[in-house]
C-alpha cells in the first residue's frame, strides 16, 4: 500500500533511493502512462497505444514493454535496456502533490512504502547534502515532475482533438511466438491512418495549429516497434 508523504529536509535527510531498473523495484510493468509531449523521443523504442477508460470514457496513452501483465521486455539484468525511459516511469517513488487549498503550485512527495526507498549509510541516491540542501538528483527529480505535471495538463487538449476528429480504433494483434505459443493483445486502440490522411485542409490546420500533428505522426511510427518487441519477447523465450 502506498505511503505518500510531502517530501523535506528535517524528515527526509537521510533518505537515499535506489535508480536501478528492477522487476521488484516498481519496472515489473507491461506498460505505463505515456504523455504527448514524450512520443517523439518513446517512438523509436515503444509501441504508442491507447486506451479508454471504461468509466469516465476518457483517453490516455502508454508506451507498450510486454505483452502480458507483470512483463517488461526492457529490464535486463539491472537496466533499462532502452534510449528512453517514460517519464511517469522514471520518477518513482516520487510524486506530484498539492496543497488542500489546491492553490500552491505542485509540491514533491515521495511514497515511503516503495522497495526504492533506502536510509542513511546504504547505496542510493542521497535526497539531500548534509546542510539539507536538495542534492542534483533531487533537482533532476523535480524538473522531470514539472515535466510530467505540465505534459499532463497539455494532454487534454490533445485527446480531445483525436476524439473530435474520430482518429482512434480498436486494436487487436495476435503474436505468434518461437515456442508455439500466441500472446493477443486487446483493449487497446491505435490511430486509424487512413482517417488520418483523410483529413480536410481545415482539420489539419486545427491539429497543425494547437501543435497535435507531431505526436499524431509519433504515434503511428511507433507501430512499426511491434517487431522490435516480438523479437525482444522470442530472445527471452530462447535463452530463458
Not at 474520430?166 to 486494436?171: A, C, G, K, T, V
Request: hydrophobic fraction near 45%.
Amino acid at each position: 500500500m502506498s505511503q505518500h508523504q510531502l517530501l523535506d529536509s528535517l524528515n527526509h535527510r537521510d533518505l537515499r533511493v535506489r535508480t536501478d531498473s528492477a522487476a521488484e523495484l516498481g519496472d515489473g510493468v507491461m506498460a505505463c502512462l505515456l504523455m504527448p509531449a514524450e512520443f517523439r523521443q518513446a517512438q523509436a523504442h515503444f509501441p504508442i497505444l491507447f486506451r479508454r477508460d471504461q468509466a469516465s470514457g476518457a483517453f490516455s496513452a502508454v508506451a507498450l514493454f510486454g505483452f502480458e501483465n507483470g512483463e517488461n521486455l526492457f529490464l535486463e539484468e539491472g537496466h533499462w535496456d532502452a534510449g528512453y525511459k517514460p517519464l511517469a516511469q522514471a520518477v518513482q517513488p516520487f510524486l506530484i502533490g498539492r496543497s488542500a487549498d489546491g492553490q500552491a503550485g505542485g509540491q514533491v512527495h515521495i511514497d515511503m512504502a516503495s522497495p526504492r526507498i533506502l536510509h542513511d549509510g546504504e547505496d542510493g541516491e542521497a535526497l539531500f547534502d548534509a546542510a539539507g540542501k536538495p542534492s542534483p538528483y533531487l533537482d533532476l527529480i523535480a524538473q522531470r515532475l514539472g515535466d510530467l505535471d505540465a505534459a499532463y495538463r497539455a494532454s487534454a487538449d490533445f485527446f480531445a482533438a483525436l476524439v473530435r476528429h474520430d482518429l482512434l480504433e480498436p486494436f487487436t494483434i495476435d503474436v505468434p511466438l518461437i515456442d508455439g505459443s500466441n500472446n493477443s493483445l486487446v483493449g487497446f486502440h491505435i490511430v486509424n491512418e487512413d482517417r488520418l490522411q483523410a483529413l480536410d485542409a481545415d482539420a489539419l490546420a486545427d491539429l497543425h495549429g494547437a501543435g497535435h500533428l507531431m505526436p499524431l505522426f509519433m504515434a503511428v511510427a511507433s507501430v512499426a516497434q511491434f517487431s522490435e518487441l516480438v523479437a525482444r519477447k522470442n530472445h527471452r523465450i530462447a535463452h530463458g
